[in-house]
């Protein structure tokens, strides 16, 4: 199965907190990116997080989690 890019840089306060997939840090409400995986939208702290899932969806997906961007996130386009 192919992740579909739609960094979406969610914006939107009612967007409620979230656990990130692949570094597993908490993603405030109303920031992150999502990527479409299939028939879902997931939700990632950044995107260098939704990179990693690309190369290893199922990984991810079974809850094998790994470290990302040294805890900085600093790119982040939601600015968290």
């Known amino acids: 199965m192919t992740v579909v890019r739609e960094l979406v ?6 967007q409620g907190s979230a656990t990130c997939l ?3 840090n ?3 409400a109303g920031a992150g990116v999502t990527a479409r ?3 879902r ?6 995107p260098g997080c939704v990179t990693r ?3 290893d969806p199922e990984r991810y ?4 989690v790994s470290g990302c ?4 996130h600093a790119h982040s386009p939601a600015g968290g």
Do not use: Q, S
């Not at 939208?41 to 950044?46: D, G």
């Not at 961007?69 to 900085?72: A, F, K, R, V, Y």
């Open 41 to 46: 939208i997931l939700r990632f702290k950044c």
């Open 26 to 28: 908490e993603i405030p």
């Open 61 to 64: 997906l079974a809850g094998n």
């Open 37 to 39: 995986y299939g028939d």
């Open 69 to 72: 961007c040294g805890g900085e």
């Open 9 to 14: 840089v969610l914006a939107n306060p009612d």
């Open 22 to 24: 692949v570094c597993g």
């Open 53 to 55: 899932f690309e190369a």
